[in-house]
C-alpha cells in the first residue's frame, strides 16, 4: 500500500472523531509535566495534524504485514490496559499508524520523561528514547515500530 493511499484512509477514519475532540487550549497546563497530560497533548497535535494536512511527501510504499503486525500490537497493548474502551484504541490506533508510517514521528513526544527516568528526546532531527533498548525486549512491543533510536 502507498503512503498517500493510507493516509488518506486514516484521515478519512479519523473524521468520526470530530464531534468527541474538545480542543481546549486551557486544558493544558504548560507547568504539568505528567504523562497523561503530555501525551493528551502530543495526541490532540496529531489529531489535528491528521485532520488539516494534506498528503504532500513522499509516496512511500508502506509494508502491510508491519501495518497489520502494528495493529495487532496495539490492540494487545490495549487489551491487557484498557480493554473496555474501544473506541479510544481506534483512536489511538490511527495517531500512531500515522506517527510511524506518514509523519515518521515517534509515538512518545520528546522531552517526555517517563517514572523510571528514560525519556525520548531530539538531536540533529534524530529522534531518540533511552528506555526502548529494554521496552523492545517485551513480547508484542509497540517500540518495534517507533522510529526514534536506541540510547
Do not use: W
Not at 94 to 106: C, D, R, V
Amino acid at each position: 500500500m502507498k503512503s498517500s493511499a493510507l493516509f488518506i484512509k486514516l484521515q478519512k477514519h479519523m473524521e468520526k472523531y470530530k464531534s468527541k475532540v474538545k480542543h481546549n487550549e486551557l486544558s493544558f497546563n504548560e507547568e504539568d509535566m505528567s504523562i497523561e497530560n503530555i501525551m493528551s497533548k502530543y495526541n490532540l497535535e496529531t489529531y489535528y495534524e491528521i485532520i488539516n494536512s494534506s498528503y504532500g511527501e513522499l509516496d512511500d510504499e508502506v509494508n502491510e504485514d508491519e501495518l497489520k503486525d502494528l495493529k495487532n500490537r496495539i490492540d494487545n497493548y490495549f487489551r491487557l490496559y484498557a480493554p473496555d474502551d474501544e473506541e479510544f484504541r481506534e483512536f489511538i490506533k490511527i495517531i500512531s499508524l500515522y506517527l510511524i508510517f506518514i509523519a515518521k514521528k515517534p509515538l512518545h513526544p520528546p522531552g517526555i520523561k517517563f517514572s523510571n527516568g528514560t525519556m525520548v528526546y531530539k538531536k540533529d532531527d534524530i529522534f531518540y528514547c533511552t528506555g526502548k533498548k529494554v521496552f523492545i525486549k517485551d513480547e508484542l512491543s509497540l517500540c518495534k515500530y517507533c522510529i526514534a533510536r536506541i540510547n
